[in-house]
């Protein structure tokens, strides 16, 4: 009985971990959304890797390509979050963002674990669907 307390114990310890990592990955991505909202480039690119900071060299680049590329996720409608995901050693966050015509758009976003909290380190954009289907 006690070991299948401490399996118990130990299965629950673990599971709330993962359910952390998740918060803090989720509260990454909405507040670079968030500040992205603001026009404010400056703080969103504190929200991307290294990686991607050295990529685009500046928070005025970086601005340009999310409004280019993403303008879903620059004036988004609605964001929910989907499925926490380990690929090849890598986590992925599933995020379905409704932009301002209705259309439904599903991106994955790599993250990255830094000394200083989860960092975005890419978005690949899945597909988009039909929020009427």
């Given at each position: ?23 803090e ?16 480039f ?10 991607i ?13 999310v ?9 988004p409608a609605e ?6 995901r ?11 963002i ?10 994955d ?12 380190n890419?978005?690949q ?9």
């Open positions: 009985m006690r070991r299948l307390l401490l399996a118990l114990s130990l299965s629950a310890g673990l599971a709330s971990g993962a359910f952390a990592q998740s918060d990955i989720e509260a990454n991505i909405a507040a670079q959304i968030e500040a992205f909202e603001a026009d404010d400056v703080t969103a690119f504190t929200f991307a890797s290294p990686n900071q050295n990529l685009f060299r500046t928070p005025e680049n970086f601005g340009a390509m409004r280019n590329g993403y303008p879903m996720v620059w004036r964001v929910r979050f989907l499925e926490l380990e690929i090849a050693g890598a986590l992925w966050q599933k995020v379905m409704t932009d301002g015509n209705g259309q439904v758009h599903i991106l976003y790599q993250m990255v674990q830094q000394e200083n909290g989860w960092k975005i890419g978005v954009l899945l597909g988009n669907s039909d929020p009427a289907a």
